[in-house]
Structure formats: structure tokens, C-alpha cells
């Protein structure tokens, strides 16, 4: 009796084990289907640019070197959602005409040519930032860090990780999860 109920206990672990896979694996394969749309992809930008603003309490002094840091993260974030636009439009031209992937050498110019757009934008957000994080306290420096996931994911400031500000290596190869 005490095999039955131990085999039958292991039974309902494997099973379990296995229903709650399949579902985290339906799960993940339902969400990298989902593509946001360049609304939702401006509507998002705007929220997190808004709580880096707001996490950040910047005094009088301070909020007068907002303006040019937020708007070298709009120039990086329309770059990005342009990038996204003009992919997915390739994409539905290339489906409906049955045409073929770029070749090697195509995709290597393209992708060259998005770093060098990104690597302008990031550099003009770090110009940008330079003057207002030298007057950031340790607390603004720490929450500026929380919220730009930079203490998280060990990254570097501005960027953000997973569907957020960020360089270039699985966009440009054509993943369909932009960042902005």
C-alpha cells in the first residue's frame, strides 16, 4: 500500500511539474508573439521618462537641466521606434512579396548603421546628463540608478533592459522585441 501511495504521490509531482511548464512555456510563447505598436511603444517612453523625472525630486537648480536631458531621450527613443516602423514595414513587404532575407553583407551595413545612430543619441544623452548628475545627491544618484535598472542589471546609466532604453544587439538582428 505505502509503494502505491509513494508512486502515486511521484505521479502527481510529474504531472503537476508538467501542466506548470506547459503553462510558463504557453506563457512565454504568447508574449513573444505580442508586438507593441509605435502608440504604445511612445506611451511607455513617456512613462518611464516621467518616473525617472519624478523619482529623481530635482530642486529649482536642477529642474533647469531637465529639458535637454529629456529631450536627447525622446531623439534616442523616436530613433528606436523608427527603427521599429521601418522593420515591421519590411517584414510585411518581404511576406507579401515572398522575397528573401537581405544577405549577410546587407544586414552588417544595416546593423552598422543603427549603432552609429544609437552611439550619436547616447552621446548627445550623455552630454546631456554630464551637468545634472554632478549636482544629483547620493540619494537622486541611487534612485536615478533603481530606476534606469543601472544597479540592477549592472548597465550603464540611461539604459534599460528588456522592452526598455537600451543599446543595440537583438534589435538590429531583426527581434521583434524593441526597446525604446
Same mark, same amino acid.
Given at each position: =500500500? /505505502? ?18 511548464? %506547459? +503553462? ?7 508574449? %513573444?508573439?505580442?508586438? =507593441?505598436?509605435?502608440? #504604445? ?19 529649482? @537648480? !536642477? ?11 525622446? #531623439? ?10 521601418? /522593420? ?10 515572398? +522575397? +528573401?532575407?537581405? @544577405? ?10 543603427? =549603432? ?13 546628463? &554630464? ?6 545627491? &547620493?540619494? !537622486?544618484?541611487?534612485?536615478? %540608478?533603481?530606476?534606469?535598472? /543601472? ?9 534599460? +533592459? ?5 543599446? #543595440?544587439? @537583438?534589435? @538590429? ?5 524593441? /526597446?525604446?
Amino acid at each position: =500500500m /505505502r509503494k502505491f501511495a509513494i508512486a502515486g504521490i511521484a505521479a502527481l509531482a510529474i504531472a503537476g511539474t508538467t501542466a506548470v511548464y %506547459a +503553462q510558463h512555456r504557453w506563457f512565454h510563447d504568447h508574449m %513573444a508573439h505580442m508586438r =507593441m505598436s509605435p502608440e #504604445d511603444r511612445a506611451a511607455m517612453a513617456d512613462a518611464k521618462i516621467a518616473a525617472v523625472h519624478a523619482g529623481l525630486k530635482l530642486n529649482a @537648480d !536642477q529642474e533647469k537641466l531637465w529639458p535637454p536631458v529629456e529631450s536627447a531621450v525622446r #531623439d534616442l527613443v523616436k530613433i528606436r521606434i523608427d527603427r521599429a516602423k521601418a /522593420r515591421e514595414a519590411a517584414a510585411a513587404a518581404a511576406k507579401a512579396d515572398d +522575397q +528573401q532575407k537581405p @544577405d549577410p553583407v546587407t544586414r552588417l551595413r544595416t546593423r552598422a548603421d543603427n =549603432m552609429t545612430a544609437s552611439a550619436a543619441a547616447l552621446k548627445k544623452i550623455a552630454d546631456a546628463a &554630464d551637468p545634472l548628475y554632478k549636482t544629483l545627491d &547620493d540619494g !537622486q544618484k541611487r534612485r536615478l %540608478a533603481m530606476l534606469t535598472h /543601472r544597479g540592477h542589471h549592472g548597465g550603464e546609466g540611461w539604459r534599460f +533592459q528588456h522592452g526598455r532604453f537600451g543599446g #543595440d544587439r @537583438d534589435r @538590429d538582428r531583426g527581434q521583434d522585441s524593441e /526597446r525604446l
